[in-house]
């Protein structure tokens, strides 16, 4: 096999204790422990994501990608905005903290149900509400946070169904998808 070059050394220029990979203090950082204590680890996977426009009129009677397209960060390069559906593609076997807040517009009380879920290789994680309401809602929110068990390629992602009604239930710009690395 490659042998491959670590280096455990001190920044003295930042007061830094840093681990990584490379014959060379700076060559890539794989964690830092600054004087106060406080570890980071630039490549740990890590993202948050949302809609890059209102995502409108979700079709009823079947299951619908929701997609975030728009990437706020993407440690380690781990979410795919650009699909559909997008998804976090686990780098490695681990636990993962996964989340969603859904800022709902447009939420019909003619459906029967209307449920999102956050969807691994493993399993499903999901969100219901049957909207008995006296009118429609403007405005209503969803959210899941969950640790999942992902196996390294396994995938995470949002869908939606609605079952009956319209399909006018849209989904804000301000929608969050995220996830990291636990342990």
């Given at each position: 096999?490659?042998?491959?070059?670590?280096?455990?050394?001190?920044?003295?220029?930042?007061?830094?204790?840093?681990i990584g990979k490379g014959s060379a203090l700076g060559t890539t950082t794989h964690m830092a422990i600054n004087a106060d204590g406080i570890i980071t680890k630039p490549l740990q996977p890590a993202f948050l994501a949302r809609p890059s426009a209102t995502l409108a009129n979700f079709a009823t009677g079947q299951t619908n990608n929701v997609n975030f397209a728009t990437?706020?960060?993407?440690?380690?390069?781990?979410?795919?905005?650009g699909g559909s559906p997008s998804a976090f593609t686990a780098p490695v076997t681990g636990v993962?903290?996964?989340?969603?807040?859904?800022?709902?517009?447009?939420?019909?009380?003619?459906?029967?149900?209307?449920?999102?879920?956050?969807?691994?290789?493993?399993?499903?994680?999901?969100?219901?509400?049957?909207?008995?309401?006296?009118?429609?809602?403007?405005?209503?929110?969803?959210?899941?946070?969950?640790?999942?068990?992902?196996?390294?390629?396994d995938t995470a992602n949002?869908?939606?169904?609605?079952?009956?009604?319209?399909?006018?239930?849209?989904?804000?710009?301000n929608c969050t998808f995220s996830g990291y690395l636990v342990a």
């Open positions: 096999g490659n042998a491959q070059d670590y280096h455990i050394g001190l920044d003295d220029s930042a007061d830094t204790l840093v990437e706020i960060f993407d440690r380690n390069t781990d979410y795919n905005a993962y903290q996964l989340n969603y807040h859904l800022y709902i517009l447009a939420l019909d009380t003619a459906a029967t149900y209307v449920e999102f879920a956050l969807v691994t290789s493993n399993r499903s994680y999901n969100t219901i509400i049957d909207p008995n309401f006296a009118s429609d809602l403007g405005y209503y929110h969803m959210t899941m946070s969950v640790l999942a068990d992902m196996d390294a390629s949002l869908t939606m169904y609605q079952q009956g009604g319209t399909a006018q239930v849209d989904l804000a710009t």
